[in-house]
């Protein structure tokens, strides 16, 4: 302990020295982002509840910001701690996912909402295994494909995390949970790209993807639906199409400036989950296009500031990481903005930082955390680590000081560098 | 790690065409989409109910309200928004006055959008509705026509329907002042059909206050004077007017039987109607009056002029004989008004031609409608002197061959009452408190034969006279008895049985202040004028001439 303390005691020093640009813009970019979400969350929320009586009105506020203060604090404390620790808690953490996944099926256990059963836990405990398997996912992903040797050549070579991968699809896509299934394939497929797998098999994979998403979702009735009303919402407004059509009439209905903040007539009643899945429609009714686009530039500045982190970090483990973790936030980002402007069929995702959706804010913000951490100069040394990482777990306390250095080390070269590229 | 980092390029390069992709879109639906997008919005949240302006209150000389408008909502519903059809039908069947499983069936009906529960519901229990807070349940606000004084005028006054329109009399004639003009309010609706945001775009402009020549207090004692008529005699109808002949106002206007104008649809449509404009009849001996006025205008005969005249009159293939049957006599031009002779006024006729004749029948404005402000106006008939028979000439100078309206006859015999102006009656004295000007009339004649024509209608209540029954003490009357066969168009022959008493009167006799007539069609146990109707007269007049202080004379 006492060289823990030794530890903390250092930080200070070190934060003296000034954040890489890329880590200031992200966290600006998520301020920025969070701010919006709460702003929107009460608005496109107050209403509503407000005329269904359920208190004054400021219900999903106060979650919003709880769940939001939650993620804050963890994506602080990940952002400071090293990137070791993440390594040797991913394997528990997606054995965990896993198990809550399976857990979740069982009747009496899994909570069912709107025929889906995704939910765990009781009361404000209750949380979506699937959104922890999503991050557990890309930490296990970049783990493995950083451990790795040699280049990658062939989708075999990664076998077992296209195993897990699958296993997890499966069992979120059958909750049901199409989006949050896709997210994951996505996010996937973009680690396989950065990882330098050829791009013959990426195409072949998608292309298999392509059909497996499209026999899952000509299987069920109101997924067959959904994929016709796509093609034609106002063919079906009244039922099917309801919710697409609605949430094309509040962000057309908003013009280029919108009807001005707070004044959505959409989020009452009209538009199905407002403050959660379809909240950018309520962002484009109140603030017009010029809100839709401000929330677009955020999620680019995100891009473009992690994939800048990914391409600086120093070893194979943080640049998958920092890459995972951006395509993760940009693909929930993109497969939402998609359907709500009827670019994509009816998935039903939260808006990353914006959407109410509690344990999606927190997953995120602690992702979030990692991606900051890599930002600061974080990295692990997998090669040299992995192989007695278990050996050596109870040296943590080694490892945390030698990080500590190294972090330090690297705060430094990054400066340097963007001095250089300044 | 070169491919690492190029492949991340790609990734990025794959996120910015993603996100750039999402801008345009959103662009084109704010934009190009936008009109029609929002068009949809507001096509779904957005409705603009008229707000119904307040309807003029119609009022007598007095003030007296006749035709008031108060607040009252139409309450609908929207069946498949409410919740519980049965407890919600529970809940508003007292307030709407309807049985429970009557209002429950309404809302039952899951294939319309829409359902009228009551129409112009007191704004008092509307608002009783409306704290209910009852999903699906609308109230349209709106106006209900009351007639305070019930049956008071009500054929004159006429009768709105349910879209706040006049129907029939001046409710119908003076819409378009009466209506006043229709606001437009603008509702912004939530899904469940709740008002989010109310505006007014444009606000309702309240209908013209109408101010009427008629007098409350007289219409009432004629229409009193009707009924005790209507009793008595059992006729099918009965009219009766009140005008004052210096100014062409009608003081009072009215039609038995009673119908109450607060549920005109009770009333058959021959009680409706206000057959002061709308009958036409064959006015008989009160018709004599022109042509003798006609006569002494044009130099013809003089008051005095006296006529052998034997009991009958032969014309072309007609005979013409007395209503009582007498022998040869010898009267003045006087004496053959006083005692409605007919062999006398056909033999006043016959000298004057059929020319002449037919001239005097127009001047005095028969055969063409008299321009007062009442709708639904009769033009009578008179047939053109080319179409005259043989026999004509003794049918015309009794009023016979002619079919006039009771206002018709009203407005000639202003004429001789106020000294010779033609000038049509009026009923609308102020619009919204401006004095409508009162119509321009024309001298048809002159000062002295009118006055020499009321000297002689005094004889009809002189000693023999034909309503020498009648008196006010005090007053000089004048007037003139009719007692007219109706015209059976089944048998193309006058009847025997279907008569029109009526009476024709002014007083004071010398300066006329009130013109008053009285037509009652078909009575049943007397037929003749002197009886039936001057009577009637008698007590209008013995009520409105004190009522009015006007000094004896």
Not at chain 2, 101 to 109: F, P
Not at chain 2, 245 to 273: C, F, I, K, M
Not at chain 2, 397 to 413: K, L, W
Request: include cysteine; proline fraction near 6%; glycine fraction near 12%.
């Amino acid at each position: 302990m006492p060289r823990a303390a030794a530890a903390n005691a250092k930080r200070p020093r070190s934060r003296t020295v000034a954040q890489p640009l890329e880590y200031n813009i992200l966290l600006t970019a998520t301020l920025c982002l969070l701010a919006f979400g709460a702003i929107m969350v009460y608005s496109a929320s107050s209403a509503r509840t407000l005329l269904q009586g359920q208190g004054d009105g400021s219900s999903f506020l106060v979650r919003y910001v709880a769940y939001g203060a939650i993620g804050f604090v963890a994506m602080h404390v990940i952002a400071r701690r090293g990137l070791d620790g993440v390594l040797r808690l991913t394997g528990p953490l997606l054995a965990f996912a896993l198990v809550c996944l399976v857990l979740v099926k069982l009747p009496g256990l899994g909570v069912t909402v709107n025929g889906a059963r995704r939910w765990l836990g009781a009361g404000p405990l209750q949380f979506q295994p699937s959104e922890v398997a999503k991050l557990a996912l890309v930490l296990y992903a970049a783990k493995i494909l950083a451990h790795r040797p040699g280049r990658l050549k062939h989708p075999r070579q990664v076998t077992p995390l296209l195993l897990v991968t699958g296993l997890a699809v499966l069992l979120v896509a059958s909750q049901p949970d199409l989006g949050t299934a896709l997210v994951i394939c996505f996010t996937l497929c973009a680690l396989l790209i950065a990882a330098g797998l050829p791009m013959r098999y990426l195409l072949i994979g998608a292309g298999a993807a392509a059909v497996l998403v499209l026999l899952y979702a000509l299987s069920a009735s109101y997924r067959r639906a959904r994929l016709t009303t796509f093609i034609n919402p106002w063919a079906h407004a009244g039922d099917a199409g309801f919710q697409a059509v609605q949430g094309q009439i509040a962000l057309g209905s908003g013009g280029l400036f919108g009807r001005g903040l707070g004044q959505s007539v959409q989020k009452v009643f009209y538009l199905p989950e407002a403050h959660t899945d379809f909240i950018l429609a309520i962002i484009g009714e109140e603030l017009g296009v010029a809100g839709v686009m401000a929330v677009l530039f955020l999620y680019g500045l995100v891009a473009y500031a992690g994939l800048r982190v990914a391409r600086r970090a120093s070893g194979a483990y943080a640049k998958l990481l920092a890459a995972g973790i951006t395509s993760l936030i940009l693909s929930q980002a993109c497969l939402n903005v998609f359907t709500v402007l009827g670019l994509a069929p009816l998935t039903g995702v939260p808006l990353p930082f914006i959407s109410y959706g509690s344990t999606n804010l927190t997953v995120l913000l602690a992702g979030m955390g990692l991606l900051l951490n890599v930002a600061n100069g974080g990295s692990a040394h997998l090669r040299a680590v992995a192989p007695r990482n278990a050996k050596r777990s109870r040296h943590g306390a080694d490892d945390r000081d030698r990080r500590g250095r190294d972090s330090g080390a690297r705060r430094a070269g990054a400066g340097r560098s963007r001095r250089a590229a300044g | 790690m070169a491919l690492l980092e190029r492949r991340i390029g790609l990734l990025f390069a794959c996120f910015l065409g993603l996100l750039v992709l999402a801008a345009a879109r959103a662009v084109w639906l704010g934009t190009v989409k936008g009109g029609s997008l929002a068009n949809a919005a507001a096509s779904q949240q957005v409705t603009s109910p008229a707000l119904p302006a307040r309807r003029g209150t119609i009022v007598d000389r007095k003030g007296v309200e006749l035709a008031v408008s108060e607040p009252a909502d139409d309450v609908s519903a929207t069946p498949y928004l409410v919740k519980n059809p049965v407890r919600t039908a529970q809940r508003l069947a007292p307030l709407l006055g309807k049985p429970a499983d009557a209002v429950a069936q309404l809302l039952a009906r899951r294939n319309t959008g829409f359902v009228f529960l009551a129409r112009s519901l007191p704004a008092d229990r509307a608002a009783q509705i409306d704290k209910l807070h009852l999903p699906g349940i609308d109230l349209t606000p709106g106006h209900v026509r009351v007639y305070p004084r019930q049956t008071l005028a009500s054929q004159l006054l006429g009768s709105v329907g349910i879209d706040g329109r006049g129907l029939a009399g001046l409710e119908y004639s003076r819409d378009s002042i009466l209506h006043g003009q229709d606001g437009r309010r603008r509702v912004v609706k939530d899904a469940l059909g709740q008002s989010i945001n109310v505006r007014d775009t444009k606000p309702a402009r309240a209908g013209a206050r109408l101010e009427l020549t008629i007098d409350a207090a007289i219409q009432d004692n004629v229409e009193r004077v009707l009924a005790g008529v209507g009793q008595m005699y059992r006729p099918k109808g009965a009219t009766a007017f009140v005008v004052d002949p210096r100014t062409g106002e009608l003081l009072a206007l009215a039609n038995w039987p009673r119908v109450d104008a607060n549920q005109p649809w009770t009333a058959p449509p021959y009680a409706s109607q206000d057959r002061a404009v709308g009958f036409t009849y064959e006015p008989g001996s009160t018709f004599k009056a022109f042509t003798v006025a006609g006569a002494i205008e044009d130099g013809t005969v003089k008051p005095d002029t006296a006529f052998n005249l034997a009991p009958q009159i032969q014309v072309a293939d007609r005979t013409i004989g007395e209503s009582h049957p007498r022998g040869p006599v010898t009267l003045t031009t006087a004496q053959i008004l006083a005692q409605s002779s007919n062999v006398g006024a056909v033999t006043i006729g016959l000298k004057m031609g059929r020319v002449r004749f037919d001239q005097w029948v127009r001047r005095f404005g028969f055969g063409r409608r008299t321009g007062v402000d009442l709708p639904g106006e009769e033009r009578g008939l008179v047939l053109p002197v080319a179409k005259y028979s043989g026999s004509t000439m003794g049918n015309l100078p009794i009023g016979q061959g002619i079919s006039v309206t009771p206002i018709q006859m009203a407005q000639a015999y202003t004429a001789i009452a106020n000294g010779g102006i033609l000038r049509p009656l009026h009923v609308v004295r102020r619009v919204d408190g401006r004095l409508v000007p009162e119509p321009k009339g024309h001298r048809v004649i002159s000062q002295r034969t009118a006055q020499e024509l009321r000297q002689m209608l005094e004889g009809a209540f002189a000693p023999g006279g034909t309503a020498s029954e009648v008196s006010i003490p005090g007053y000089k009357l004048a007037g003139k008895t009719g007692t007219a066969n109706k015209f059976d168009t089944a048998t193309g022959q006058y009847s025997k049985s279907a008569y029109i008493a009526s009476f024709m009167g002014f007083a004071p006799a010398l300066h006329p202040r009130l013109l008053i007539g009285v037509m009652v069609d078909e009575p049943q146990t007397n037929i003749y004028g002197g009886v039936v109707a001057a009577p009637a007269f008698g007590s209008i007049a013995s009520f409105a001439l004190p009522y009015l202080r006007i000094p004896p004379g």
